[in-house]
């Protein structure tokens, strides 16, 4: 057999997942000029980007723009897109492996974490994953709905996600009008009710997960304001401690709009947008089954043994009116059909990319890179590493022998009467949206899967 990665017998990888993580594998492999590879890039959806179309927030369009460097890596000759193709149902691990050398699952973490507290399954209580997936279009969450008839909303958390949600909440009609987010999304914005929005940190402002340009971003909103409560504004001697021996130029400029916030006086927009530090809720109360309130309590900070920062519970509690509750404590992975996991961590269980068993050998041709690989952290642009990192391995553990790639699997899915999307399809989807557009927007999302496929079908 001629060797492995050479014209005649070329490295067959299998892709699980077209978002992020799974084009910077592409792109890191297309480096490699030696080696003749085919790539081979799945994804559930019949469209790619993952998380960049369904995550990214949709008046954040800049940061979509890395899909012109995704869809050029798509367009090479040995690299192939096959959408609308599920692992786990259509294909099973099995299948890859008879048909790959290789496998990396960049599949991501679809789901979010909870608070585990008493009343988060009142109705009015949702996790902010959910709804940036149903503004973002996502076919899941088409039909979801958001009650957003209620004066007062509670975001639990003060990462970029929270700030995501806060500010699609606070944004003008016409704000969002000049985005792509879900026509649907855009309808019910409309006629929102929302008038105050409040952002939960449990810890200090000097612990705050957003970054400098997101909470920039809130102080320039045309129909809302924001707010800090002065005394929760304050750096504690704690964080001030960490902060003097650990500068971070992230942290100072938090602090400096947090501060510049919590003095700006209350013009009385339509919107008012509180940002609140130091409280944990503790439950959320319903009223007729509905959210009404949370119970919070508050915190100081405190520091353990081992140097690290955080909220203990002062004993004092408060009450926080609110008819609806987002939880945006973080994304979380769930397991992969057949692939070790470990459930703490909410990862594919691996070592640096390559995936292990429970001993903590490595399972021979998987590997894993993005949130599924290392959990929900970091901007786009950090899957970079781990898809360097996934090309090297997989050119480094070469395994011979001869596979069958992409024309197996195309006999496989095709005897299972499975509908695939190519490249060429996505381009055709996406040039529909793109003409659908009201003007001034970048594009009008499809947000049903047979909607997509009809536009295929002409
Ligand atoms: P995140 O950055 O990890 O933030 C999670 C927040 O939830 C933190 O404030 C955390 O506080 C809080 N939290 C966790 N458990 C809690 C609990 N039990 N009670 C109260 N608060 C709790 O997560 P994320 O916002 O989902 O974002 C995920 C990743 O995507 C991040 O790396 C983020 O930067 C990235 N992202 C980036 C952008 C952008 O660049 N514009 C947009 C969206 C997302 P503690 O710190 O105290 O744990």
């Known amino acids: 057999m001629p060797d492995i990665g050479s014209t005649a017998n070329p490295l ?18 297309l480096k ?14 019949p469209t790619p980007y993952g998380l960049v179309r369904a995550g990214v927030a949709p008046d954040h369009q800049k940061d979509k723009s890395v899909t012109r460097a995704y869809a050029k890596s798509a367009e090479q000759p040995n690299v192939r897109f096959y959408g609308n193709v599920e692992y786990g149902k259509h294909l099973q691990l099995a299948d890859l492996q008879a048909h790959y050398h290789q496998v990396i699952f960049t599949n991501g973490a679809p789901t979010d974490r909870d608070l585990g507290i008493p ?72 006629n929102s009710q929302v008038k105050r929005v409040y952002l939960l940190g449990r810890r200090g402002p000097a612990q705050a997960a957003f970054t400098p340009p997101e909470i920039k971003e809130m102080g320039e909103l045309a129909e809302a304001e924001v707010t800090v409560p002065v005394e929760e504004a304050q750096v504690d001697a704690i964080s001030q401690q960490y902060l003097d021996a650990n500068p971070d130029k992230n942290v100072e400029k938090n602090i400096g709009f947090i501060t510049d916030y919590s ?90 990319g390559r995936v292990v068993d429970e001993s903590g050998e490595a399972v021979t041709g998987l590997y894993t890179a993005g949130w599924i690989k290392r959990g929900p952290s970091g901007v786009i642009g950090t899957n970079k590493h781990d898809g360097d990192a996934a090309s090297r391995q997989i050119q480094e553990d070469c ?7 992409r024309a197996g699997l195309e006999e496989l899915l095709a005897n299972k009467s499975v509908r695939w999307v190519d490249y060429s399809d996505w381009q055709k989807i ?29």
């Open 263 to 352: 003095r700006r006086v209350i013009t009385g927009k339509d919107k008012l947008l509180t940002l609140r530090f130091l409280v944990s809720p503790i439950e959320i109360i319903g009223e007729a089954g509905h959210v009404a309130a949370l119970k919070l309590a508050k915190n100081a900070i405190t520091a353990t043994a081992d140097g690290a920062i955080r909220p203990s519970a002062t004993g004092e509690e408060e009450i926080l009116e609110a008819g609806l509750v987002f939880r945006s404590v973080g994304y979380q992975g769930i397991p992969v059909s057949n692939v070790p996991f470990d459930a703490k961590k909410g990862t594919i269980r691996n070592i640096e």
């Open 12 to 29: 067959r990888v299998a892709i699980i997942g077209a978002g992020p993580a799974g084009f910077y594998t592409i792109s890191n492999f």
């Open 430 to 458: 996406d040039e529909a949206e793109k003409s659908a557009a009201a003007e001034g927007a970048p594009r009008r999302k499809l947000t049903r899967i047979p909607e997509m496929l009809a536009v295929l079908d002409g």
């Open 399 to 405: 395994t011979d022998g001869g596979k069958a790639g």
């Open 119 to 190: 009343g988060e399954d009142l109705q009015g209580s949702h996790s902010a994953t959910d709804f940036v997936a149903w503004y973002n279009g996502h076919p899941d969450f088409a039909d979801h709905q958001f009650d957003l008839s209620q004066e007062s909303v509670a975001i639990v958390g003060v990462g970029n996600v929270a700030m995501d949600v806060a500010r699609i909440l606070c944004k003008s009609y016409a704000e969002l009008a000049e985005t792509d987010i879900a026509d649907h999304a855009l309808a019910a914005l409309k």
């Open 32 to 45: 490699y000029k030696e080696l003749t590879v085919e790539m081979d890039l799945y994804d559930r959806l």
